[in-house]
């Protein structure tokens, strides 16, 4: 179907501030869309506060609002820019674009949607309608949606107070607990209750945080295998799998925070076959109309089980590594999706001769590393849990996993350059250990069932030290594939070792 | 060692680094030798399709597996652009921005752009940014792979923030033609004494300052200057470590805790300036690519006025642009300064300095010849591309050329405020200090100041609120400032709120104060106020150097509960500026464009 012509001009809300769980991938995906919308004929209006970003710059769109991204603030510019169009004696509407920016650009749009604004201008929404935004990010609404459609999720119940809280534990039956507040970003608030005192004190700033007061009260699904897809849809209901992703450390650390790789390594490809099929089932049920979704799986390792644990309708973190891991860009056919395009309308920059409906086929392996900074917040608790703390991320490609793991531990700005034996001492709290140094099978052992910012090189210690790999496992769930992956590394650092007294 | 076990290290991603020092060489020996067996990586691109179809844009990236490399080839004169890696505190956005106008610039005057970085978030590795796309490790030996097998002409060092810079020596050393400011110009600007030196020949003054090998020549250095002094390790980044100290115990913690000191990596201690005012200026020149001295231009970008006192680290402080409260003749001495140090530094491209304004005296902080934090800020408020007019004088064209002569001063006020992740990392104290824990910032414009400053508190997240309670607990060097405050305040129909002190000191000034306990002595206390949202503003600002639990516990508990707080007495100054100015106008909101064309 081609471009619809009732559209003048599209409103694009920004992500604001650089913040944790919401970083410069969303000037990337913003910056992408002015192009691509402006590209296709359209007046394009941008509205955001950070003046950092590339998208901000005035010749991106056609208006650029550097302001609050407030309900208040983006009513104002709304009137403003009708009257403006009115001025220019424009033919066709205003249409808002809020899939590109972020939990902020979605939640601001939702309020304006909430709070009448959008009907009382008829600004009309694109690239996601309100319903399915809904259905997407309510917890409860979203698991019930799984069910009907026959997908299996985590056993869990809603609250709005403690009480409620309290109850929904009680009906679970066993700690840990997770504790997931509603329509907040990068999970804040949320956490993993291990008893419950700590679930009570969890529950409370999870009400607090969460905008509608909400928390989702989850089984614990610590230690299963993490994976996730990106999808894209279009309104002739033609989906495609861009990306996807398998994350190295198991249920329990944020995928923000996690060291992830693409493609996916350890499934079969029936089970593959199986997680694609559930991701275009979850699109359609959602009603993602046109553009881009992300969905989380998570598989237990012991039986396969398979359950969805959430889905983002919109442009999110992993859509920007997915693009940068496969060469689609997700956010600028996620533009063109949403004034009309269908996939098969809309040419590969890249190959000229295919079309967006070929789902990407990559020949190496992509892997993401986050960087911390724990070092800025000494009071704080540096373990990993739901709640992202990474302030970035290095990728790197390579044509296996040892070689794209060693090049984005070296990609990392932390002083080392690969996994170990670059002569690099490890500090771990007041003490130095020298790079080679055998260390304390005590200190391995809680570094490696407590997830942390430098857990991947307590594997190749762990390694050194005589763990085996399925000890390994046993302390960290993280899959024995990669496991043995980095004893691979660790055996030839070894034998480069012994090459030196040759 | 043999061809095949150093194939073999290479296939399964060890760097030379890691090689050299398991098998006791140089990094430059494995390299050496790598070159002696031919092995050098080969390129491969990102295509979508597993290399079913041609791919026509050149996004690449590095293997060992001995494939075919797909690197096409090509005659145009090549600009390599380093990256900055991934985002962390202190290296965000503003320099992928940067790297992102050189690449644009430097296409538009007819170079081939390479781009290097490893950070998936950013527009500067979309594969249409540049001409080229490397994703690589940005390290010695990855870019110089990448610079060897497309031959090119130069590198840009200087837009990719520490990352790239911290490369620009080695780099040179192997053949690598860093263009710009030159990396030796840029050592002057970064080793104390050569810096020193040069203010001493410009006649430019800095804070009074000394170096320590161990805690007692600190102590001694801290005797002589006085304190409070400045104390940082002297290789740091993005303010790593740095601490205002006011005490000769705080001073011993801080050597045995903080860092290690020893002869080849003294600690620096500066005496400190007690509320002096920091100024940040970004300036342009083009005077290291003229033959002769004397020649080239320089042009400043804007003087950023900082609304915290001097001692916040500069990416975490409140700007202003223009400045508010500077007088003409201290602004010309800024510029005279900034003038002089560009020309002495034969800087080509874009320069940083850091002031700090003590009544009428200016004291230069830190010269950073390369390009800052705050350029795109200050791009945006004057309506010019600062970046971009650096990456092409870079690249040998003059700002007269350009047309870039004359300093903006903006009619309209812009103001920068910065944004915190207090709010996930629980029990750590907010209070601003030396060192940088901001992720973000947001930019407020407005006709007016208040309201420009009551915008960017909008974006940042904590609004202003218009009307409700005001909590003040403030240190008893504050108390006479904020009667001031207190009684605009109530003017404005706000209730204030204090705790035992500070609500005594603001009685006697004759002002109506509802009092609470102070946490220890009973309940309800400020906490449960804040709790239950019974207060929309807190003013608190630290009592001692080594902040009570109670203050941190107000701190802190203002965060989660998204009240807006004020730590200090500027800060709540601003507040009460913006406030004031929305009461009496509301916002309006307009276009970049309305703004500049």
Known sequence: MPKRTDIHSVLIIGAGPIIIGQ????????????????????????????????????????????EPITPECLEKVIVRELEEMKRLDAKGKLVLLPTLGGQTALNTAMALFRGGALERHGVEMIGANARAIERGEDRQVFKDLMMSIGLDVPVSGTAHSLEECRAVAEKIGRFPLIIRPAFTLGGTGGGIAYNRDEFDEIAKRGLELSPVSEVLIEESLLGWKEFEMEVMRDRMDNCVIICSIENFDPMGVHTGDSITVAPIQTLTDKEYQIMRDAS??????????????????????????????????????????????????????????????????????????????????????????????????????????????????????????????????????????????????????????????????????????????????????????????????????????????????????????????? | MNPELLAKAKSLGFSDQQIACLTGRKEEEVRALRKQYGLAPSYRLVDTCAAEFEAYTPYYYSSYDRGDDEVRSSDKRKVMILGGGPNRIGQGIEFDYCCVHAAFALKEDGFETLMVNSNPETVSTDYDTSDRLYFEPLTLEDVLNIYEREKCWGAIAQFGGQTPLNLALGLQKNGVNIIGTSPQDIEIAEDRKLFAAMLRKLAIPQPPNGIATSEAEALAVAKELGYPVLVRPSFVLGGRAMQIVY??????????????????????????????????????????????????????????????????????????????????????????????????????????????????????????????????????????????????????????????????????????????????????????????????????????????????????????????????????????????????????????????????????????????????????????????????LVINTPTGQTPRADEVKIRTTAVYTNTPIMTTISGAKAALLGITALRNSGYGVKTLQEYHY
Not at chain 1, 441 to 469: Q, Y
Request: charge should be neutral; hydrophobic fraction near 45%; charged fraction near 25%.
């Open chain 1, 23 to 66: 970083a410069c991938e969303f000037d990337y995906s913003g910056t992408q869309a002015c192009k691509a919308l402006k590209e296709e004929g359209y007046r394009v209006v941008l509205v955001n506060s950070n003046p950092a970003t590339i998208m901000t710059d005035p010749e991106f769109a056609d208006r650029t609002y550097i």
């Open chain 1, 280 to 502: 275009f089932a979850v699109i359609r049920a959602v009603g993602v109309e046109t553009g881009g979704s992300n969905i989380q799986f998570a598989v237990n390792p012991d039986n396969g089980r398979m359950v969805i644990i959430e889905m983002n309708p919109r442009v999110s973190r992993s859509s920007a590594l997915a693009s940068k891991a496969t060469g689609f860009p997700i956010a600028k056919i996620a533009a063109k999706l949403a004034v009309g395009y269908c996939l098969d309308e809309i040419p590969n920059d890249i190959t000229r001769e295919t079309p967006a409906s070929f789902e990407p086929t990559i020949d190496y392996v992509v892997t993401k590393v986050p960087r911390f900074a724990f070092e800025k917040f000494p009071q704080a608790d540096p373990t990993l849990n739901t709640q992202m703390k990474s302030v970035g991320e290095a990728m790197a490609i390579g044509r296996t996993f040892k070689e794209s793991l060693q090049k984005a531990l070296r990609s990392l700005e932390t002083g080392r350059f690969g996994l170990g034996g670059d002569g690099r001492p490890w500090r771990i709290g007041d003490k130095v250990y020298a790079d080679r140094d055998i260390l304390p099978r005590d200190i391995i052992s809680r570094k490696l069932s407590v997830p942390n910012a430098e857990r991947v090189f307590f594997i190749r210690h762990a390694l050194r030290a005589g763990f085996t790999v399925e000890e390994i496992f046993q302390l960290t769930k993280i899959d024995r594939w990669f496991l043995a992956q980095i004893k691979e590394i660790v055996d030839f650092e070894e034998v480069l070792a012994r090459s030196r007294a040759s």
């Open chain 2, 247 to 536: 005490s000769d115990s705080d001073l011993q913690r801080y050597m045995r805790f903080a860092v290690e000191a020893s002869p080849e990596r003294p600690v620096l201690v500066d005496q400190f300036l007690e509320d002096a005012t920091e100024v940040d200026v970004d300036c342009i020149a083009d005077v290291g690519g003229c033959s002769r001295p004397g020649q080239g231009q320089i042009v400043i970008g804007a003087l950023l006025e900082h609304i915290e006192f001097a001692g916040v680290h500069s990416g975490d402080a409140a700007m202003v642009l223009p400045p508010h409260t500077l007088s003409p003749k201290v602004v010309q001495v800024i510029r005279d300064y900034t003038h002089a140090m560009a020309r002495e530094l034969n800087v080509l491209g874009l320069m940083n300095v850091q002031y700090a304004v003590k009544g009428e005296t200016v004291y230069v902080l830190e010269v950073n010849p390369r390009a800052s934090r705050t350029v795109p800020f200050v791009s945006k408020a004057i309506g010019i591309p600062l970046a971009k007019l650096a990456a092409k004088v870079m690249a040998g064209r003059s700002l007269a050329e350009l047309g870039f002569t004359k300093e903006v001063w903006p009619k309209n006020w812009a103001v920068k405020e910065s944004v915190f992740p207090f709010n996930r990392f629980h029990g750590q104290d907010i209070l601003l200090s030396p060192e940088m824990r901001s992720t973000g910032e947001v930019m407020g414009l407005d006709a007016e100041l208040g309201i420009a400053y009551a915008k960017s508190q909008m974006a940042a997240g904590g609004p202003l609120p218009l009307s409700g309670r005001v909590f003040m607990s403030v240190s008893d060097a504050h108390k006479e400032d904020l009667v001031e405050i207190a009684r605009q305040f109530a003017q404005l129909g706000f209730e204030l709120i204090a705790t035992s002190g500070t609500a005594a000191a603001l009685e006697n000034a004759g002002l109506k104060v509802e009092r609470v306990f102070k946490l220890s002595a009973g309940r309800p206390n400020s906490l449960d106020l804040l709790k239950n949202r019974e207060i929309q």
